[in-house]
């Protein structure tokens, strides 16, 4: 004798359609959360390949890569950029941009100087004042980092003395500022002990790291399950006294 009340075919056919939708989002979730992992490992990798002409990814670097490069030309000394919310620690340090022209180029590409850590008030660090000559750079070419939510418009364009400071960084926002085009990636330079600037770089994540989207993950399978529990809950036979 059966223990179960013969359902009604849309029960079913919920029941099925929503354990599939969960199940489903749950293994995309777990393949954000590789995707992320092997991201992590090319950016670690980054460091330590082989420097290779800047002139060779420039234009279209690899869309899964973040390639080490070599390039020489001249910053653009009286043009900083600070990004004044990077996570490397709470004394109100910036992140250091400057615009540099590559020789023989038309287009400008930023370079992240690297970190200046503050001291604990609203004044930003002291600059070190930029060489005006020849420099031949080297770093990882990689992408901008995310804009987020800019609140209050463009800060960049609110502002007539430089360096010129916000929250977020946006290329686009760069580029129209200097009336200038700019590579779509920037140069994240190679740690230097002489330099006064911090450059330990790592991809910020933090918004969604892999561990979170596992989580997520883990959500959606529970919710599968708890779908089929539901629905042999609400389906059994009820024993009446």
Same mark, same amino acid.
């Not at 359609?17 to 992590?40: P, S, T």
């Not at 490992?41 to 690899?62: H, K, L, N, S, W």
């Not at 004044?123 to 000559?133: E, I, N």
């Given at each position: 004798?059966?223990?179960?009340?013969?359902?009604?075919?849309?029960?079913?056919?919920?029941?099925?359609?929503? $354990? +599939?939708?969960?199940?489903? *989002?749950?293994?995309?979730? +777990?393949? #954000?959360?590789?995707?992320? %992992? !092997?991201?992590?490992?090319?950016?670690?990798? =980054? !460091?330590?390949?082989?420097?290779?002409?800047? %002139? /060779?990814?420039?234009?279209?670097?690899?869309? %899964?890569?973040?390639?080490?490069?070599? $390039?020489?030309? #001249?910053?653009?000394? &009286? #043009?900083? @950029?600070? *990004?004044?919310?990077?996570?490397?620690?709470?004394?109100?340090? $910036?992140?250091? @941009? =400057?615009?540099?022209?590559?020789?023989?180029?038309?287009?400008?590409? +930023?370079? &992240?100087?690297?970190?200046?850590?503050?001291?604990?008030?609203?004044?930003?660090?002291?600059?070190?004042?930029?060489?005006?000559?020849?420099? /031949?750079?080297?770093?990882?070419?990689?992408?901008?980092?995310?804009?987020?939510?800019?609140?209050?418009?463009? !800060?960049?364009?609110?502002?007539?003395?430089?360096?010129?400071?916000?929250?977020?960084?946006? +290329? %686009?926002?760069? /580029?129209? &500022?200097?009336?200038?085009?700019? @590579?779509? #990636?920037?140069?994240?330079? &190679? =740690?230097?002990?002489?330099?006064? @600037?911090?450059? $330990?770089?790592?991809?910020?994540?933090?918004?969604?790291?892999?561990?979170?989207?596992?989580?997520? =993950?883990?959500?959606?399978?529970?919710?599968?399950?708890?779908?089929?529990?539901?629905? *042999?809950?609400?389906?059994?036979?009820?024993?009446?006294?």
């Amino acid at each position: 004798m059966s223990a179960m009340r013969r359902p009604a075919w849309w029960s079913v056919l919920l029941t099925v359609a929503g $354990v +599939l939708v969960f199940v489903r *989002l749950g293994i995309w979730q +777990l393949h #954000r959360a590789d995707d992320k %992992d !092997a991201l992590l490992r090319r950016y670690a990798a =980054a !460091a330590g390949a082989p420097v290779q002409a800047f %002139d /060779a990814v420039a234009d279209q670097p690899p869309m %899964d890569a973040y390639p080490r490069v070599r $390039v020489e030309g #001249r910053y653009l000394v &009286d #043009r900083l @950029y600070l *990004l004044d919310n990077p996570k490397h620690d709470s004394f109100g340090g $910036v992140e250091v @941009y =400057a615009p540099f022209q590559p020789a023989h180029q038309n287009k400008l590409l +930023l370079v &992240d100087l690297g970190f200046l850590p503050g001291n604990g008030t609203d004044k930003a660090p002291q600059l070190p004042p930029l060489p005006p000559d020849g420099q /031949a750079l080297q770093g990882v070419y990689q992408p901008p980092p995310g804009t987020g939510l800019e609140l209050g418009g463009n !800060a960049l364009a609110q502002q007539a003395q430089w360096p010129k400071t916000s929250v977020y960084l946006d +290329l %686009d926002q760069v /580029a129209a &500022d200097l009336h200038a085009t700019f @590579y779509s #990636r920037v140069l994240v330079l &190679d =740690a230097d002990p002489a330099a006064i @600037y911090v450059r $330990v770089h790592t991809l910020d994540l933090s918004s969604m790291p892999p561990a979170r989207h596992r989580a997520y =993950a883990y959500q959606w399978f529970t919710f599968a399950i708890a779908a089929v529990v539901i629905f *042999l809950v609400l389906h059994r036979k009820r024993k009446f006294r």
